[in-house]
């Protein structure tokens, strides 16, 4: 499920050319703060889905609830007790 949640994500990136060869900058529509930037097209989407990858841990470690992408929802429902 996580896997296939990250894959997904990475569907939706999107990566702009810098000005004055300053590299890449790529970000996932969607999933606030999630952005990378970096010399190479493909170290900016490498950086970009470890970023990505973080910012789950995060937000499911401090309950933040987090989109559902394609059906695929990461968030832990919890039981009323």
Same mark, same amino acid.
């Given at each position: ?14 990566? @702009?050319?810098?000005?004055? =060869? ?6 996932i529509i969607g *999933?606030? %703060?999630?952005?990378? &930037? ?15 990858? @973080?910012?789950?841990?995060? =937000? ?8 559902? *992408?394609? %059906?695929?929802?990461? &968030? ?6």
């Open positions: 499920m996580l896997t296939d949640y990250i894959q997904a994500a990475m569907r939706k990136a999107h990566y @702009e050319i810098l000005t004055d =060869g300053e590299g890449y900058f790529g970000s *999933l606030q %703060g999630v952005w990378a &930037n970096a010399d190479t097209l493909e170290t900016c989407r490498e950086e970009l889905q470890e970023v990505l990858e @973080e910012w789950i841990i995060l =937000g499911l470690k401090m309950g933040i609830p987090i989109p559902v *992408l394609d %059906g695929i929802e990461l &968030n832990i429902k919890r039981k009323a007790a």
